[in-house]
């Protein structure tokens, strides 16, 4: 057999999300609230677990509304459910100069840094993707839990 004419194996493709999500909403207070209510809804429809997944859409939305608020530009909420079945949640604002600086987690005086020391207690990983100028994305993902009900 003549192993030259043969075939390459395909290259390794990233994971592909199975399932996705997208809104805009209005950097409002009201805004934050409607996406928390929206991201729930969708995954339930996806039988996703929620309670963690809904905590986080309220601190990375509600940060979107007041810390990445720009008058008259929006914020967008995104959920990415891959075969693997971890779920990635992306919040994108208006505000590329306002990046969240890495948490402790012991809680301080100031408020304002609460909920992203919940994110990071919350989530399986978390970050800041930059761009496309104004804008940055805040993610967090969530990894299927195995059978002892740990994520993984």
Do not use: Y
């Amino acid at each position: 057999m003549n192993l030259k004419n043969a075939p390459s194996p395909p290259a390794p493709q990233p994971a592909l999300p199975v399932r996705e999500f997208r809104v805009l909403l209005s950097s409002t207070r009201r805004g934050a609230r409607l996406a928390r209510l929206l991201a729930v809804e969708q995954l339930r429809t996806w039988d996703v677990p929620v309670e963690r997944a809904a905590q986080i859409i309220a601190e990375l939305a509600a940060n979107a509304a007041s810390h990445g608020r720009v008058a008259g530009r929006d914020f967008r909420v995104a959920l990415i459910l891959r075969a693997s079945g971890t779920l990635r949640i992306e919040v994108t604002d208006a505000r590329s100069d306002a990046l969240p600086a890495a948490v402790r987690s012991v809680v301080t005086e100031d408020e304002s840094r609460r909920g992203l020391i919940l994110v990071d207690a919350l989530a399986d990983a978390w970050g800041v993707a930059p761009g496309p100028s104004p804008c940055k994305t805040v993610w967090a993902e969530l990894r299927p839990a195995d059978g002892s009900g740990e994520a993984r």
